[in-house]
């Protein structure tokens, strides 16, 4: 609630070498909040730094600078390395980007549903809502989609349990 001191304790806590503290002021630092002048090459640099540490969520990050070619050239292959090394880490948040970036594509390689629908299928499993949404939806849009309305059933109901809007509306079609 007092957003001068939270700031004040974010930049210490960057300052001081802290790897969740460089990523929170990062992120600052790159939507240029709190009067913090934005700059992508400094967020990147510093989020890096986080990252280099050994930060799930930071490595997740740099994966989206390279999804998204924020300040660094836009890779796809960049960014699902660093995705694959997030995960490996603990960051479940890479989990939802991977299926992504697979279900798009990108420089150079088709989109991939199968791989997409793994890497949702574990997120589903973790109970991330997004993951169940998007599993759900890859299955549905599969050209043999009554081999799993079953399944898309049964995830779509944790969806429900978990109040997630999405899901409820796709139940509810």
């Known amino acids: 609630t007092d957003e001068p ?12 070498e802290n790897p969740m503290g ?3 002021y990062g992120h600052i630092i790159q939507s240029g909040m709190l009067c913090v002048q934005q700059d992508n090459k400094r967020a990147f ?34 960014a699902i390395k660093y995705y694959k090394f997030a995960l490996e880490e603990g960051s479940m948040i890479a989990i939802e980007h991977l299926g992504e970036v697979y ?11 199968m ?3 793994s890497y949702y299928k574990i997120g589903a499993d973790a109970g ?3 993951s169940i949404y998007q599993y759900c939806l890859n299955m549905y849009n599969d050209d ?21 809007e999405k899901s409820i509306l796709f ?3």
């Open 45 to 78: 640099e510093l989020i890096k730094k986080a990252a280099d540490m050994g930060e799930p969520n930071a490595i997740t990050a740099i994966g989206m600078f390279y999804e998204k070619g924020i300040y660094v050239k836009q890779s796809s292959y960049t």
């Open 5 to 16: 001191e939270g700031y004040r304790l974010i930049k210490y806590s960057a300052d001081h």
């Open 144 to 164: 043999i989609v009554l081999n799993y309305i079953y399944e898309i059933r049964k995830y779509l109901e944790i969806g429900r349990k978990l109040k997630d």
């Open 22 to 24: 460089m990523l929170v």
């Open 128 to 130: 991330l809502r997004e």
């Open 103 to 113: 279900k798009k594509g990108g420089d150079g390689f088709s989109a991939n549903p």
């Open 115 to 117: 791989e997409s629908r």
């Open 171 to 173: 139940l509810g079609n």
